[in-house]
């Protein structure tokens, strides 16, 4: 049984769970929410050292100070552009170490026999089962944004067989489980799991894969929350749901951004309307420039909107661009960055890029607030990005993005796309707006050409 | 009032706190949002905490280690990756001020 006072610290540490998600959700509490949360978690875990026969204490001590460091390795060294399959990997050995929790968990129970709640029961195949489809899925997410693996789709032959069977199977095993719990029968729901994880998110593509770190991150919310009904732990209960009703909400918020749908993007490739096109670069022919060109067209504007997009980030151009910027703001111009929300690999991940280059935070404008603006624009300039710009989501219904709102670049007078090469975007479209008469395009690395550009403004 | 019933009250009532609290969020803070809820659930630590220090059995104590470190990347590595973030929504904003003074 635990001690009341321990009950009581449960309590307050899940109101400071509820603080810090509250917190997370404003730009000026979001700092503190997180401290909150933080001081929460590691309250929390100090309480059970407090009570009761806690035995191997040097050795789960040990096991902590590994993790601790491993973890702030990780979170330290993480460069930003790799943001997204960090959460996932983070995301994925929480899974895991729920559906590890169940299964020792499950263990005792075979062991001390006597009578278990039903409902005990089907929280623990629930949490070895979602927690083992979390950890697998989140490390082929891991894979596929490392790109250790190809970021494309990828089908397998019979595969609504096989994560069918895969599926059910756990689910006929966890059945005969609440009826006769068996050690066995755990391990094998814990290996479907497994097969269904990766299964789950072999087939999406690139741009999608936010979202299903976003999804997978919600089951291992409610993962957790069905560990802590296992445990009678009230403080895993709370925090574990809060995080899986708000992750749920938070995934069909970005689904929303994109305009598509969360069962599309799980299992749209199957359907044949992959998430991702052709991918191959078109020989059409386009206008092309030199940044002397450009530094002309952007010295002379007096309105400009810069369109920053993950190639901006990957050449680590940020900072050359805040130069630019400021300059041509020095020189007159009026300039704002557009963010779209699925700029970047996550939503709101370029306004972190940018944030981490010093841009300042009013200059940033979301896609709703300037998409009026850019028919006033005189010059649109789109730095790595692509298929935010591509009006194919307005016009081609049979286009993947169809339907996901875009910024309005191809309403500006002059647009000035900095890209390395023909290449389609990430969703693997060609965009039609590159083949515009008012569309220039600059080859080369962004850090390069824009410091070329920069120079170039400089000398006029 | 039935043991059950209590639990599934706490459960229904949190699915209601956790998306009423973040209903209100900006598409700028989805990315740290999602990042510090994944760093919310790594407290799985502490049921693996209580699951390792109660068993007997020597493999189960090997597991539950796992489970251990497993956890506490998720939380540690969580909440610092998140204030890492979230830093540099803060600290840009003083910066900006004297650099607009400094130009006029």
Redesign the interface.
Same mark, same amino acid.
Request: aromatic residues 6%; contains cysteine.
């Given at each position: 049984m635990i001690p009341t006072w321990a009950q009581l610290l449960y309590l307050f540490?899940a109101v400071c769970?509820?603080l810090?998600?509250?917190g997370?959700?404003?730009?000026k509490t979001?700092?503190n929410?997180?401290?909150v949360?933080?001081f929460?978690?590691v309250l929390?875990?100090a309480?059970?050292?407090f009570y009761?026969d806690?035995?191997?204490?040097p050795?789960?001590v040990a096991?902590?100070a590994?993790?601790?460091v491993?973890?702030?390795y990780?979170?330290?060294t993480?460069q930003?552009t790799q943001?997204?399959q960090? !959460?996932a990997l983070?995301?994925g !050995?929480?899974g895991?170490?729920?559906a590890?929790?169940a299964?020792?968990?499950l263990?005792?129970i075979v062991?001390l026999g006597g009578d278990v709640?039903k409902?005990t029961l089907v929280a623990t195949a629930f949490t070895i089962l979602v927690g083992s489809v979390s950890f697998a899925g989140s490390i082929i997410t891991f894979a596929k944004l490392q790109e250790l693996m190809t970021s494309r789709p990828v089908i397998i032959p019979g595969f609504p067989i096989l994560f069918g069977g895969g599926f059910i199977g756990a689910v006929v095993l966890s059945v005969l489980l609440v009826h006769e719990p068996a050690m066995w029968l755990g391990i094998v729901i814990g290996l479907l799991g497994l097969l269904v994880g990766v299964l789950l998110v072999l087939p999406v593509g690139g741009a999608d894969v936010p979202i299903v770190?976003?999804l997978l991150?919600a089951f291992?919310?409610l993962?957790?929350?069905a560990?802590?009904?296992v445990?009678s732990?009230?403080?895993?209960?709370?925090?574990?749901?809060?995080?899986?009703?708000?992750?749920t909400?938070?995934t069909l918020?970005?689904a929303n951004?994109m305009g598509r749908s969360v069962s599309n993007i799980l299992f749209g490739a199957l359907k044949g309307g992959s998430t991702l096109g052709g991918g191959e670069a078109s020989d059409r022919p386009v206008k092309s420039a030199g940044p002397e060109d450009v530094a002309i067209m952007l010295g002379y504007a007096e309105r400009v909107i810069i369109v920053p997009g993950y190639g901006l980030a990957v050449a680590q151009a940020q900072h050359t661009l805040r130069e630019l910027v400021d300059l041509l703001i020095?020189r007159g111009a009026e300039v704002d960055y557009a963010?779209h929300?699925v700029a970047g690999r996550?939503?709101?991940?370029m306004?972190?890029l940018l944030?981490?280059a010093? !841009?300042?935070?009013e200059q940033?404008i979301?896609m709703d607030e300037i998409n009026d603006d850019f028919k006033e624009a005189d010059v649109v300039l789109v730095v790595g990005a692509n298929d935010v710009v591509n009006p194919a989501a307005r016009n081609t219904p049979s286009a993947p993005i169809y339907g996901m709102p875009i910024l309005n670049a191809d309403q500006a007078k002059q647009v000035v796309f900095l890209k390395r090469s023909m290449r389609p975007g990430f969703a693997g479209i060609e965009n039609e707006l590159l083949f515009e008469p008012d569309t220039t395009l600059l080859f080369g690395d962004a850090k390069d050409t824009l410091g070329k550009v920069l120079s170039s403004v400089k000398a006029l | 009032m039935n043991d059950?019933v209590v639990?599934l009250t706490?459960?229904i009532l949190?699915?209601?706190?956790?998306?009423e609290?973040?209903?209100?969020?900006?598409?700028?803070? #989805? $990315?740290?949002?999602?990042?510090?809820?994944?760093?919310? #659930?790594?407290?799985?630590?502490?049921?693996?905490?209580?699951?390792?220090?109660?068993?007997?059995?020597n493999l189960?104590?090997a597991?539950?280690?796992?489970?251990?470190?497993?956890?506490?990347?998720?939380?540690?590595?969580?909440?610092?990756? $998140?204030?890492?973030?979230?830093?540099?929504?803060?600290?840009?904003?003083p910066?900006?001020k004297p650099a607009e003074g400094a130009?006029k």
């Open positions: 540490g769970f509820i810090a998600l509250k997370l959700s404003g730009p979001a700092r929410g997180n401290l949360g933080a929460a978690a929390a875990c309480i059970p050292f009761g806690l035995d191997h204490v050795l789960i096991a902590i590994v993790g601790t491993g973890g702030v990780g979170a330290r993480v930003m943001m997204p960090m !959460v983070f995301n !050995v929480g895991g170490a729920a590890l929790v299964l020792l968990e263990h005792e062991e709640q409902f770190i976003s991150n291992t919310g993962t957790v929350a560990g802590g009904y445990l732990n009230t403080l895993l209960l709370v925090a574990g749901t809060l995080v899986g009703a708000s992750g909400f938070l918020l970005m951004a020095a963010i929300p996550m939503p709101g991940h306004n972190v944030a981490e010093q !841009v300042p935070y940033l979301e | 059950s639990w706490i459960f949190s699915v209601f706190v956790g998306i609290v973040i209903s209100k969020v900006s598409s700028t803070l #989805h $990315t740290p949002l999602m990042s510090g809820a994944n760093a919310i #659930h790594g407290v799985i630590l502490l049921g693996a905490i209580i699951v390792t220090g109660s068993t007997d059995n189960a104590l597991v539950g280690l796992v489970a251990i470190v497993l956890a506490a990347v998720n939380m540690v590595g969580g909440f610092v990756v $998140t204030d890492r973030m979230l830093q540099m929504f803060v600290r840009k904003k910066a900006t130009d």
